[in-house]
């Protein structure tokens, strides 16, 4: 069977694999009183069923060795992006498919940029510290000529062996003579920069306005987000949200990619700082599911207007003074939160809050787990009924319903605000309410 067929196969096969209802209609807005009024019975996904699922990994499966059996070739060579992605995602062949990276990689400077990012993306994300991996990255460095891969790529050595550092530092300039213009470089020289900034006071920031009278998602997660974070909702009013009994509305978020790779670095984690949050629809990824998304964009991704939720801009071009004018002052000079900026710089877009229906299974033994991690957004868990695909319980729906509740808009406007703790471990629900009384909110 060709390739280009396998997973259209896999697809007719999960939707006859259970009679449940339709789901939401792709690409459907919801008002704040539409998202309130939802359930999880509302809601199913047949591929999260047990035949569904298992219909559409066994294709993915087929698909996986499909590619990797392919001669060496043109035909291969555009398979490898890919093969290496659906690698990631299902955790499959992976050291089958290593010596295909192994061949790709001596000749990879001579193709083209998305080929580059795609193998030096599979490189970090599926064979950090692998020795024969980071000996075939290393001679990349001097000559790669765009930013972007050559940023994977130096991520993909510093990830498994910090001293490459300050070989990194060194060759940025020689090699990028105007990198401070280049988002991605400013992001990547002060990731191996000799000193780090302090982090400013983390109270500071959950108790900055923002923009008064906007609901705001605080996502709180580790360094390196391999462990699982914590999302909190502040209300309108600037008070954090609370049940019934005085709780702290605080629970597990995931904002970490399949690739590892920071926020500048398409499909990378998702980056630090200040979201615009414009309203709630129904996704068209299947991987993302029927379950309403919070609509979150970068800088840049949103006009000035879009960011402020005004009718007009109040100035004519997006800028540095302009993101920071969201920030409280003693984080304005912290390049960390400003991730942000520089992601939607690079050009990143479509970073939404959102819940999922890849079976958490793929990644068991994660840290994470049973986090599923995708391609740079902000997940939160659900729970699908493997019967029916019917779901369960959603903390997405949960999220969206308080953040809903607490903005107390038609067209649920407001701000995400995305910042790493530092420690390991998953972010606690203690950390999320000393951090919360500390805000005086």
Known sequence: ????????????????????PPPPAIGKRYTAAELLALRPADFSWPATATAGERALREAVLADIRARIALPPGPERDAALPRLFDLVAQ??????????L???????????????????????????????????AVQPLLTQLTLSRPFAIAAYTLTAANPGYAEFIRD??????????????LVALMDEVAPVRAAQPPLADLLAAPLRPGYPVVYSLQRPGRVDMGLVLVRASDGRFVRDAAGRLFAQPQLALSRSGLPGTITNGNTPQGVFTIVGAGTATN??????????????????????????????????EAVYDSFLPPSWRGHLAIKEAWLAGRAGRDELLIHGTTINPAYYAGSRYFPGTPQQGCMISNEDWDTA?????????????QAYAAAGARADLAGYAVVVELPGEGAVTWAEAQALVDAAGR
């Open 1 to 20: 069977m060709k390739l280009r067929s396998l997973l259209t196969v896999a697809a007719a096969l999960v939707l006859t694999a259970c009679a449940t």
């Open 90 to 99: 299902y955790n499959l062949e992976i050291a089958a498919a290593k010596p």
């Open 101 to 135: 990276l192994l061949e790709a990689l001596p000749t990879l400077a001579s193709r083209d940029p998305n080929h580059q990012r795609a193998l030096l993306t599979a490189a970090r994300a599926l064979y950090t510290g692998d020795a024969a991996v980071q000996a």
């Open 171 to 184: 060759l940025v300039p020689r090699r990028f003579p105007q990198w401070r213009d280049d988002a991605r």
């Open 286 to 319: 299947p991987n993302i599911g029927p379950t309403p998304y919070l609509h979150s964009k970068l800088p840049i991704e949103a006009t000035i207007a879009e960011f402020e939720h005004a009718d007009a801009a109040p100035v004519a071009a997006w800028s």
């Open 388 to 400: 029916t695909g019917r779901l369960l319980a959603s903390r997405q729906l949960s999220l969206a």
